[in-house]
Structure formats: structure tokens, C-alpha cells
């Protein structure tokens, strides 16, 4: 174990130290538990500490999660000697103070999605990541749905050009635990913590993904915000969210849907749709690409399956491709099971756990950069701007 | 047989004349014939004359189609006194001058869609028709898939409120038709024949479609119009396009995908795309619609089913139901075969004309009427200048 | 029109003459109507006469179907001189007397599936049919399915050798019509008219269809059929029907459900399945073939869909493409709508009708022949002798 | 830790000891290593030792599995006092020896299906299960798939009644890895280690799946077994391999496929096909059940769908329900993510240990047990003699 960035990578301990361990807590412990067993890491990740304001609770979920130790402040955390990253799974709100302070720390960040709840704290966060990469301290943002191996596919046939030049981009983010107008307030309808509703929280799922497959930018867009709840029950335990006082319900201050187009920089037309009202939908995170030589489809409700249509094949045979992405051949899969025995949700975390070891080790910078989840936070700037203005609104670069 | 339209619901014979004989002649040809067939009507279909403007084309169409008689002019055709109806399937530039001419002869008109290529000239078949209305003549513009068993299926759903207050409206129209650039030039991507390009010859059925099953209409629109090929080779016989003069290649004056946002009056968030680019998709008209109780999902590349998901069951048993719009209880389809037994594109021609028929023969106005197209037209006007501006556009109804 | 066979193909008329005019009458109706509008056939098809035993429900029948004159017995209407061709559309129990007496009056027979009740009958109509060819009189038996393009392309891949050698065929005829034990009696479940239930009825497709697909025969089998609901309500008109008597329930005298395995000769192996108790599928003929290079799938609920694995593709990107049949360059394809605009149940009707005429005219036998059908007939015979027996059954070719 | 198995359930910890460290053995280690993370279990796992005949690479397994000892010999894992659980993993050559001794030396033993290679060994291990039983010892047998959460709803609604009467029962496990002729033989070909081919490593499975979703057993069967290729190349390391000497080619011993039909006890019909010859198929564990008040339909190649058909619906709206089984309310989801986020191959693993643990701490014996696996391999039996003697056998229980 070492203080010193450039000697972490010599050693073959990766200690971590997470902050939060709700939902993308225990996901993110399920990755950095499974990693070593199924991929050849060059560091061995140590679960070394939690952190979290609550004493009893924390060392509860440290317990339950397989964590060593606890702390309850992320000060305390990055203020220690044995750690050598910082995987910060908090609330948007929080994400730009912790990650400043650790990388300023010397420690390698890895950063739930999305960077922050602001341009402003996402551009503070990336220029904190520039300056610790100059002295070998690698960050990333968690967007881990492009380790979803379907996507990570998808990415390389556009890469190798079988899409061609690509015209369109249709990408929705559906999901509808919110139809309900009888379901509760919580963090995540809450502008303070989070930023904003379903745009940042799903919507900047894919910008991101677009991006990434396409290898190309957002440069436009025109959207529209939508709350269709404005009120909603307070939650029993309902400390620290805003507009509660006094009566039985809250106010929603974040959208319930976000739609937008978009002209990418290369010439695509995007059709964006984000919301948490589409009846019957879980997580169908759908992706359609169209080119000039073929298209992919994709839907996270059938994440392990790919659609390929090949438009250059003969015409009486061609078709969409249903390809199940389960082979060897196929990204990330090798080190998992015999084709046909799917993998699910938490394997795109122990995926994103592989890379960044993998990375740390090698001594190169990561992959989403926090220079790119800044990029998708000023799309998503852009989206709300366009919104409250009834305009087209540039994303500068 | 009778020269006043009054009288013409009193005798059996309902006597059509038909303008054009290409693709959409071809379809309105098998809906006469096969509707009486199938279904008990009040009057009985005689496919009495077809015009053209080519002797021998339009003769050699009327024995191959099954026309008694032909006519090389539209004119000569709605002078005649042994035409009942003037069935227009030609395009869009000729369809007010023929509309308004047949109405104001006294002949009841069915006109394929878009209704014009402009507002201006839908406006003065809307006011012709209703003027002919008063005086008992009908109209109807084709817009054919709302006759689409599972679109009627759905419509119904909606209005006995089992998806409860619409949220989301989805609707892609995808096609692939001209995605190669050697694709040749034709008459539909001539502004000055067709109007315009993917908005006006598929989008127009999305939105009608929309605003069909949701019984709401649209009233703001965000849009953008696209060209990604702006020349290409002209056909063989390539007299009266646009742009050709001097060189093997012509100019598109049209767009070739349309993607818009819409606000539905009632409340609903819409987002739209039509587009001839779609690889590998032929003719998928996608439409989802998501409310506060359920939500319905169709695909014409699948026009025998409906998917509806009913938010009120228990959850451990609820999903969205593939319903196979095969049985007699559905609209239309008890006039066809037994239970899996799927219908095709056509029927829905056939459909029209059963409901065209029946109405003529109830003295009752047609749906949808000349007001419809005309409505159905000035959104996709507002879609064009809010592209052509970068603004926000209100549909004036 | 002429009486001699050969000079029939001279004329450019073909005369029907259709006895029955049930389910399969409307759908022989409708082909012989639109088989010339959307193709271009050497004989022109006239609907001359419908034949039916009561005088009232057959003028009727005709009237609507658009025969131009009726007969109140087969023989009324085989004894015409101005009939070329009977088209037998009646109850398996009557196939054989029809055909054989219309083959020696000289005339062609278009005959609906199963050939016949037995294979006795079968026989003496393929001898009939084959004495009757020496001069000039055609006949074929109606396995209207082969017509379905998807499987006319399934056979063409399989004959190009693009499936390698063939190792599986899985075969399912599922149908739910009768799964409610209180749905009447009719004569599909009398064994004196129908021969057998589900196996006759549905199963004769799947043996016809995967031996046309794989061009390869069946060679032994081991069945099982089963009766579900042994006594049924009798429906308001039940004359005619066996083991009626003296009370308001019938006995079910035929099979509700029929499955077996089957050893093809060239190696393949093969199960199938034949039922109408399959809860909520409605016309489900499902069909998979699994070769060393390839593999095709079909389902007639999407019955415009073909879905082939190339297992030469690289691994990769391999998968089942979803080949929608709608192309011009697909099999009868051409003769109708453009891409994406489905053909119906009732198009493999009309494709029956062309491949019919066309080999009429061309003085060729038509395929599948009545000794196909006989062949048809053995698989059935064998697969009820080997469930009476518990035994496995070769089937003589 | 306890010598005694009543002891064993006072304590906190339940130590295991793994036989075998190959596929299974890895998704064992990743179930041992996962279950208490997100389940509440009464006792906590421990993998304490596993064992290997080869030292080195048992102890390289070890280091990448998590377990904390080895052992080379199976009888010495056997022996140590400080395991109370044998979890074996190796190929069915030697279930019974190490079963049989592990639960004489009082350890709970979870044994990997098929049971035993043989209905002779099986019955012995049955025998010494239940007199280590009556001890309050328990055995398990890996019938991993019954706990993959759509397979588990699929019991539930046919034990809430919500089928009916069960009248179909179609069952396909679908693979294709050695469709190829040149895919090496390895000891899964070899009869003396593996038992049988298909017909055991996977129609083994959808044998116990579909009489755990019925609730029912098989009576009788027909079957057939094939092998397409009879001979293969040599993997590298052959030593054991039956029927290798003096040459680079081996014999296949095995069934590629097998089918069979089946006559339920209860009176359903069942149809099965297992092969690994089904060129792109993956893992395609396909189930239909047909009953008179609704149907499943489950494809393990979509492993978090059922559909599931309610014939009570009404006609117009009834369909088959796309079930995403994620959500809290279904079996073993709680544990995991937010509905929509799917879970893979391995939580089934997961599952089984978490119910095997909680089995073990109430004293109650597990589920399926290996009386259920012995029934299992006599059917499997049954199919083979079938196949040997072209007759139907009755299954003796």
C-alpha cells in the first residue's frame, strides 16, 4: 500500500474506499468482489473501508457488503493512508466536493454518473482530474452502461464502418416507477440533490451511450421538460427535502420526462426521449442507429442481445441480425459463461471495475474521462435551457 | 343510377370513377372489388371508369385493374353523368383542382393523402366539402391505416380510458427506400409534385394516426427537416421534374427525414419521426402511447398485432399483452377469416371503403373528413417553418 | 372454351367450377378474383359456376362470392361442357368421389387438403389423377401454405444448400379453437366426414410443408394422438353429425391433439405437433429447421417474416436474421405491394391459383400432386396406426 | 464449526468443501461467494477447501475462486472435520462415490445434476440420502434452473390454478456447440464419464423443469437418440478418453440429441427435444404449457421473460403477457436490482444456495432432493431403452 500515486500500480493491492452504499453501492461492491474471480487484474482490489454519516447504518451495510472498516465522513475516508481510490456512489450534490478533495488527496476517483448537478461543478471536477492526471491520479465517470457488452459491440461495428455514414440516432430511456401519482417524494425528485429528474438521471444515460457508439458529439438541441406530478406524499422519513413543511406532501421540483432533438456534430439526426412515465416499461434503454451501410438496434430489457442489420448483404436474405452477444468473441464476455448463459444489470459494473484497474495499472488515463461526463453535462445544460427558452441551443466544446 | 347525390343512397349501385392507376390505384381497385365480397353493404360498388392522361396506359390499367370504361382526362371523367363518386389517386398537386371540381359536379370524393400540398389549397377543399356536405355529397381523405384493425383496436382502448391521461406519444414512421445515394430521382422527391418529401407522404400518416387513437390533436411543434442526399441520378423517363436540365443527375427539393416534438392540446408530450434513411426498416410505422393506467405499442411491420399493457394488474402478472387482432370481436376483422389468420396492407383500403360506403348510404359524413386532412396539413406547415426557423410553432385550429 | 383438355389451354379462358362455398370457398373465391389483377396469367380465370347442395344458401353463397350461375349437385356442375376446372372445396369425406369423377369427365382438378378420409381414397385419386394426365388433365391438391413466400424462400435457401446437411425439423400446428370443452360439436370433429381432428386437419400441413421445405420425406414415425374433451354440446343444427341421438351432447370421434417423432429419410429428425388445445395460439404454425451451415424459423402469426442463422457468418456478428418477405426479389413477392406492406392469410390462395394456371397453360403437372398428397395421407395413417399400436410405423413410398 | 450436523445449524457458519473447480465450479464459488451480499441467510457460508487431483492447478483455482484451502483427493476433503457441506461439482462418473461417502461421513451434500450416470447408482445415492436424512443431513441436487425467477413464477401460476387443466407440455433445450464436425471430442462425448450426450447434460434439465413447473411426473415415453457425428478429432489432453488409441480421431459415445414424446400422469402430452446440434441456438431452454384456462411460454435465451397467456380475459383483449420478471414481488427478485435491471445465468446458482442454507438451518430437507434426481434419470433411462427398442416405457416410481 502507498500514499504516492505512480507506486500504487507497482504494488498489487488496489485498496478502495467507497462513499454511499445504497443502490449503486451495493452494485458497485458486487463489481469490485467479482473482478479478480473471473478477469486477470494486474492489481488485487481491496474493499478496505466505507463511509457513511450514519455510525450504526454504515457499518450495518459494510458488514452486509463486505467492506473492512468504516468511516463516517468522506473526509475521514480520503484522509486516509491505506486507500488508494475514492468510488463515490453519493447524490449528484455531492459528487463535485468529494471527488475535488480525494483526487486533490492523490487518489484515483471513480464517479457515479451523472458528473454533477452543474456545468459549473462538473467543469471544477474535470479541471481537478486534469491536474491530478498530470501526477498519475486516474479518474472516471460511471457510466456503465457502455460495458454492457451489446453496446461495447455495437461501438466497434460503427468504429469498423459497417454502419457506414450514420444518419440516424433514436435513443429512449424508458422507465415508469413515477406513473403513480400516489408514489412518494424522494432524493431523486428533488432539484437540490439531484440536479434534475429524468434528464440527468436517465436522459444522460443516452447522451452518453450515443455518443460513445457513434463516436461522435451532440452540437444542437431542442427539448422540452415535462413534470406531470407536481405534488406527491412525503415519504415517511422526509429530513432534508425541500418544500415539505407543514402538509403531507412535497413538491416535485425536477421533470418527469425530458424530450429532445438533436443535430450531431457529424451530421445524425437524434431523437432523445427520457422519461419515468412510460407505463409497462422498466429500463428499456432502446438505441437505434441508422447509416448509409446498416443499422443496429438495441433494448436494455434484452440486454444481451444485439440487432445488426448488414445493408450490404443481398437483398432476399438480408434482415435484422439478432445476435446473441454471449460468445467469446464478443467484448468483455470471455471471462463469463458458455455462450447462450446470459449476464445481467451488475456485470457492466465489474466490467467498468476491469477497465479501470486495468487502466490504473497501466498508467493511462480512463475511459469515460470526467472530461466526458462534463461534455454530457453541458448537453444536458443545454437541453433544460432549450426548454425554459423555446430555442435551439449550441453546445460549446 | 343517378346524378343527384341524394338519390344515389336509394339505388343500389354506388358508381366510381378513379384518377391515376399506379400504386395507390392498384390498392383502391382491390378495395372496391373485394369489399362487397366480405362485407354487406347498402350500396353496391361498380367500378365504372378510370382516368388518365396516357390512352393507352390508362386502357391497358383499366382491363389489368378491372375498370369497365376510361377516360384520358379527370375532367371528362367528373363530367360524367354516370359517376357516382371520383376516387382521387394521384398526387398531391392535382388533388384540389380534381377534389373541388368532383364536389362541386355533385360527386361524392374519396382523395388519398396528404390532402394537399399546401394549407391554401386544403382550405379550399375543406370549404368546398363542406359546402357539398350541405347538399349531400361526402368526402373522405384516405388516411387507410386508421382502418388497421389494431388501430382501430387501439383507439377503442383509449376511449374507454383504459390507458387513463395520456402522457407520452412515440410515433416513427421508418423507411429505407432512398438510403442509396444511386437510388433515382422521382416524382416524390419533387417539391413542386409531392409538397415535400418524408414529412408530407409518411409523416402525415403518424400524425394522423396520433392524433386518431388519442382523439386529441397537436398544438405546438419543434422540428427539424433533413436532406442527407441532395442530387441524384434522374430516371430514365424523368420529363416534368424539377431541376434536371443539362446533367445526368436532378436536384431533391425535398426533405428526407423529419423528426419533430409536439404538445398534444390535452397534454401529452409527443415525439416524431419519419424518414426514407432507416436501414433495414421498410415500412415501420411505430407508435407507442403511454398513460397513467396503460400503454399500447404498435408496429405496422407487424400490423396483425397489438401490444397493450394493462397498469392495473397485479404487478407479478402484469406485461404488455401481444394481442394477435385476429378475432371477430375486433373491428373489421369478422368480415375476414378464422382466428390467426392475418390480414394484409390492402384490407385497410377495403376497410375504407366499407365505412365510405355505408356512410354515403346513412347520409352521413364520412371520417376523416377534408377538415381532418386540412388540420392534419397545417401541423405539418408549422413543422416546416418551425425547421425553417429554429422556433416553436402553435397550430391554429 | 372446349371440352377437350388440350384445347382448353388454347383459349384464353380457364371456366371454373367450385363446389362448397365455406371458409375455403370464400378464400378459393377471392384467389380466382384477384389472381389476374395483380398477375399476369396466360388463361383467364372465370368464377363460372359455385355448387351447393340447398338451391337457396348456394344463389346466395354465389351471389356473394360473384359465381355467375350455380348447380345443386357436384355432378350438376362436373357434367358441364363449359367447365375446365372443379375446384373441390368440400369435406374430406366427398374429395374422392368429386375428383375422380371430374378427372374422368375430362376435367382439371384444383382439390383442398387433406387429398382424402383415407388413403385408400387417396390412392384411387393419384391413379385417377395419373391416368387423367396422360391426357392433358391437370390436378393439384391445395397445401396453400407452401404459397406463403417466407417458406417458398425457407425452401429456396434449403435447396441452394445454405442449411448444410439438415439434422432437426421441429414442427407445431398450434390452434386453441376448441380448448373450451363447452365449444359445440362440428364436423371437423366427426370422424365420418373429417377423417381425423387435429392431425388431418392441421397436422397434413406440417408433414406437407416440412417435406416441401426440406425436399426430403418422411420415412417412419412414432405417434400419439389424444382426445381432451370426449363429448361436446350439439350445435343448433347437428343433422348429419354421428352419435347424436337422444340428447343435447355428441361424441368427439377424432383426435384433439396429435404429436409424433419422425425419422426423415435423408437423416433429418423431426417433431411434431398438432393441436387446437394450444391456449392462446390461434394459427401457429411454427416451423424450424437446423442444418450443419444454417438454420431457418418460421411462424405463420407473423407469417411475413422468415428468420435465418448463415452459421458460416463470422461468430461475431452472426444471428437469426428476421428476414421481412416483402421484397421484389422474394418469391411472388413482386406481384404486390412494395417493401413492408404485408400480404395476408388469403394471398397463398391467389399465389395457388397462378402457379395453377400457369402450369395449365404451360401443359405441365402441377405441384403438390394428388400422389403428394397420397403421400401426405401415408404419414397420417402411419402416425394413427403407430398410436393404436404403440409402435413405431414405416411409412411405404 | 460443528462434526455434528444438528450442531451445525446452532452456528453462524456452514464451511463448505468443492469438488471440482471447472465451469460449475466456478458458478458455484460466484453463488458460495455472492448469496449472503444480498440475501438474509440464517447461517453464513464459508469456502473453506476445495479439491483437485492435480495440486497445482487445484491451488491456482483456488487463489482465483476464494477458497481458502485445498485438498487433492476428494476423500480427503471428505475427511476434514471442518467442513459440513460437500458441494459436488464433477462429471456424473463420480457423484455416487463421493455423494454417497460425503453424507455417510455426516456432511450436507449439494451434488450437481444428473444425479448419477446410472438409475442403479442413483438409487444408491437416493438410499444413503435418506439415511442421512433421518440424521438430519441434507442433500441437494443441482437442478440449478428451477430457480431462475420466471421459471419459478411459471410454477406459481400453474399451482394457483391459473392454466387449468395441464394438456400440453413442450420442452426444447437448444444448443449448437458441436454442430460443427471438427469441434473436438471432450469427456462430455464419452459415455463412461459423461453417462449420455444431450439426453443427460440437458434433457435432463427440462425433464426436472417440467415436471417441477406441472407439479407432475411422466409416465411413459418414445423415444429416439442420434448421433450425427460419430467421430472426432482429438482435443490435446485425451488421456481417459475411451475408444482414442492409434489415431488423431475419437468416438463419439454419446446421443447428440435426443427426443421424445410424453405422457404426463396427470394427462398432459408432452413433446421434448434436447440437442446440441440446433445451429444457433445458444442456450435455448424453450417451455410451453398449454392448459384449458392459459398457457406459459419461457425462453431461457430471454431468461427474465415469461409470458404468460389468462384465457379468462376477454376475447378482444387477451394476449400473451410479456412478464419482465423483475420486480420485488417475484421469487428471489427482492434481493437484487430496481425492476428492469436484469439478472443472468449465475444468480440461479445464488438462488439455489440461498434456499439450500436456509433448508439447512430450519432442518428441513432441500428441495429438489435426490429422490427427485433419481426419478429423473429413470425417465432418462426410459428414453434410452425407448430408443433401443422402438417401444414406449413406462416410468417406475
Same mark, same amino acid.
Given at each position: 500500500?502507498?500514499?504516492?500515486?505512480?507506486?500504487?500500480?507497482?504494488?498489487?493491492?488496489?485498496?478502495?474506499?467507497?462513499?454511499?452504499?445504497?443502490?449503486?453501492?451495493?452494485?458497485?461492491?458486487?463489481?469490485?468482489?467479482?473482478?479478480?474471480?473471473?478477469?486477470?487484474?494486474?492489481?488485487?482490489?481491496?474493499?478496505?473501508?466505507?463511509?457513511?454519516?450514519?455510525?450504526?447504518?454504515?457499518?450495518?451495510?459494510?458488514?452486509?457488503?463486505?467492506?473492512?472498516?468504516?468511516?463516517?465522513?468522506?473526509?475521514?475516508?480520503?484522509?486516509?493512508?491505506?486507500?488508494?481510490?475514492?468510488?463515490?456512489?453519493?447524490?449528484?450534490?455531492?459528487?463535485?466536493?468529494?471527488?475535488?478533495?480525494?483526487?486533490?488527496?492523490?487518489?484515483?476517483?471513480?464517479?457515479?454518473?451523472?458528473?454533477?448537478?452543474?456545468?459549473?461543478?462538473?467543469?471544477?471536477?474535470?479541471? /481537478?482530474?486534469?491536474?491530478?492526471? +498530470?501526477? @498519475? &491520479?486516474?479518474?472516471?465517470?460511471? #457510466?456503465?452502461?457502455? *460495458?454492457?457488452? =451489446? !453496446?461495447?459491440?455495437?461501438?466497434?461495428?460503427?468504429?469498423?464502418?459497417?454502419?457506414?455514414?450514420?444518419?440516424?440516432?433514436?435513443?429512449?430511456?424508458?422507465?415508469?416507477?413515477?406513473?403513480?401519482?400516489?408514489?412518494?417524494?424522494?432524493?431523486?425528485?428533488?432539484?437540490?440533490?439531484?440536479?434534475?429528474?429524468?434528464?440527468?438521471?436517465?436522459?444522460?444515460?443516452?447522451?452518453?451511450?450515443?455518443?460513445?457508439?457513434?463516436?461522435?458529439?451532440?452540437?444542437?438541441?431542442?427539448?422540452?421538460?415535462?413534470?406531470?406530478?407536481?405534488?406527491?406524499?412525503?415519504?415517511?422519513?422526509?429530513?432534508?427535502?425541500?418544500?415539505?413543511?407543514?402538509?403531507?406532501?412535497?413538491?416535485?421540483?425536477?421533470?418527469?420526462?425530458?424530450?429532445?432533438? /438533436?443535430?450531431?456534430?457529424?451530421? +445524425?439526426? @437524434? &431523437?432523445?426521449?427520457?422519461?419515468? #412515465?412510460?407505463?409497462? *416499461?422498466?429500463? =428499456? !434503454?432502446?438505441?437505434?442507429?441508422?447509416?448509409?451501410?446498416?443499422?443496429?438496434?438495441?433494448?436494455?430489457?434484452?440486454?444481451?442481445?444485439?440487432?445488426?442489420?448488414?445493408?450490404?448483404?443481398?437483398?432476399?436474405?438480408?434482415?435484422?441480425?439478432?445476435?446473441?452477444?454471449?460468445?467469446?468473441?464478443?467484448?468483455?464476455?470471455?471471462?463469463?459463461?458458455?455462450?447462450?448463459?446470459?449476464?445481467?444489470?451488475?456485470?457492466?459494473?465489474?466490467?467498468?471495475?476491469?477497465?479501470?484497474?486495468?487502466?490504473?495499472?497501466?498508467?493511462?488515463?480512463?475511459?469515460?474521462?470526467?472530461?466526458?461526463?462534463?461534455?454530457?453535462?453541458?448537453?444536458?445544460?443545454?437541453?433544460?435551457?432549450?426548454?425554459?427558452?423555446?430555442?435551439?441551443?449550441?453546445?460549446?466544446?
Amino acid at each position: 500500500m502507498s500514499t504516492t500515486p505512480d507506486a500504487v500500480t507497482d504494488g498489487r493491492d488496489l485498496s478502495v474506499g467507497m462513499v454511499g452504499y445504497a443502490f449503486m453501492g451495493a452494485a458497485h461492491s458486487q463489481a469490485w468482489r467479482s473482478a479478480p474471480r473471473f478477469f486477470d487484474l494486474p492489481m488485487r482490489p481491496r474493499m478496505t473501508a466505507l463511509a457513511g454519516r450514519d455510525a450504526g447504518r454504515v457499518a450495518q451495510a459494510a458488514e452486509k457488503l463486505g467492506w473492512a472498516s468504516t468511516e463516517t465522513s468522506w473526509q475521514a475516508l480520503v484522509a486516509r493512508d491505506d486507500i488508494d481510490l475514492i468510488d463515490v456512489c453519493t447524490p449528484g450534490d455531492t459528487h463535485a466536493e468529494i471527488a475535488i478533495a480525494a483526487l486533490e488527496a492523490g487518489k484515483h476517483v471513480l464517479c457515479e454518473k451523472p458528473l454533477a448537478n452543474s456545468v459549473e461543478e462538473a467543469e471544477a471536477m474535470t479541471a /481537478a482530474a486534469e491536474k491530478a492526471a +498530470a501526477n @498519475g &491520479v486516474r479518474s472516471m465517470v460511471g #457510466f456503465t452502461y457502455r *460495458r454492457v457488452p =451489446a !453496446i461495447a459491440l455495437a461501438r466497434q461495428l460503427v468504429a469498423e464502418g459497417r454502419l457506414g455514414t450514420l444518419h440516424h440516432v433514436r435513443a429512449q430511456y424508458l422507465q415508469d416507477w413515477i406513473v403513480d401519482p400516489e408514489a412518494p417524494l424522494s432524493w431523486r425528485l428533488d432539484k437540490a440533490k439531484a440536479g434534475s429528474g429524468a434528464l440527468g438521471d436517465i436522459g444522460a444515460h443516452i447522451v452518453d451511450l450515443t455518443q460513445f457508439i457513434t463516436g461522435d458529439a451532440i452540437g444542437r438541441v431542442s427539448g422540452r421538460l415535462r413534470t406531470f406530478v407536481h405534488e406527491r406524499p412525503l415519504p415517511s422519513e422526509h429530513a432534508g427535502l425541500a418544500g415539505t413543511a407543514g402538509s403531507g406532501r412535497g413538491e416535485v421540483t425536477v421533470d418527469d420526462a425530458a424530450v429532445f432533438l /438533436a443535430e450531431f456534430r457529424g451530421g +445524425a439526426l @437524434g &431523437v432523445f426521449e427520457a422519461t419515468r #412515465f412510460a407505463n409497462g *416499461r422498466k429500463n =428499456a !434503454i432502446r438505441i437505434e442507429i441508422n447509416g448509409s451501410k446498416g443499422s443496429i438496434a438495441f433494448d436494455f430489457e434484452d440486454m444481451n442481445l444485439l440487432h445488426f442489420f448488414d445493408g450490404t448483404e443481398d437483398v432476399a436474405t438480408a434482415g435484422f441480425r439478432r445476435i446473441v452477444v454471449t460468445e467469446a468473441q464478443h467484448p468483455y464476455v470471455g471471462a463469463w459463461w458458455p455462450p447462450g448463459h446470459l449476464i445481467g444489470y451488475e456485470h457492466g459494473f465489474t466490467h467498468q471495475v476491469v477497465d479501470l484497474v486495468n487502466d490504473i495499472a497501466a498508467g493511462q488515463n480512463p475511459s469515460p474521462s470526467f472530461a466526458d461526463g462534463l461534455q454530457v453535462q453541458r448537453v444536458l445544460a443545454a437541453v433544460e435551457t432549450s426548454s425554459d427558452t423555446d430555442t435551439w441551443q449550441e453546445i460549446t466544446s
